[in-house]
């Protein structure tokens, strides 16, 4: 076998072997979960689907992925959630119940506490988002 084509067969390997490890790659990134995470305003307040506790605290683990969703319950009434210390907003929601928005975090990888609030409304609209070491 000449030397060139012995080249061009360890290129054609090598581009082989990279491809199939991107895909390998892209697959475990893929599979990576983003937890779901949904409140409703209402009544001057957060809940969690199915509960009438106010504010609750939200437990998140150290670098998880996490989608929040908000979703408006209360007739003419807007409302947002920010998580200032993490950079997370969503901004206000249409005044129409079941307006929803929706902001995607990854959670950080050192546990504490941090607040959320309705920006308009945080006198009363305020809980917390917990980060809590490990996964889940």
Do not use: K
């Amino acid at each position: 076998m000449s030397t060139a084509r012995i080249r061009n067969l360890s290129i054609a390997i090598a581009l082989v072997v990279l491809a199939a490890t991107t895909m390998t790659l892209w697959a475990f990134v893929g599979r990576a979960e983003t937890r779901e995470l949904t409140l409703y305003a209402r009544d001057m307040a957060f809940f969690a689907p199915g509960s009438v506790q106010r504010n609750p605290v939200l437990q998140v683990f150290a670098g998880e992925r996490v989608r929040l969703t908000v979703i408006n319950d209360e007739p003419g009434m807007r409302h947002d959630l920010a998580v200032a210390a993490l950079g997370l907003i969503i901004p206000p929601l249409d005044t129409t119940p079941g307006s929803r928005g929706t902001a995607l975090l990854t959670v950080p990888a050192r546990p504490g506490r941090y607040t959320y609030v309705c920006s308009l409304h945080s006198a009363l609209m305020r809980g917390v988002l917990e980060v809590l070491p490990g996964q889940r």
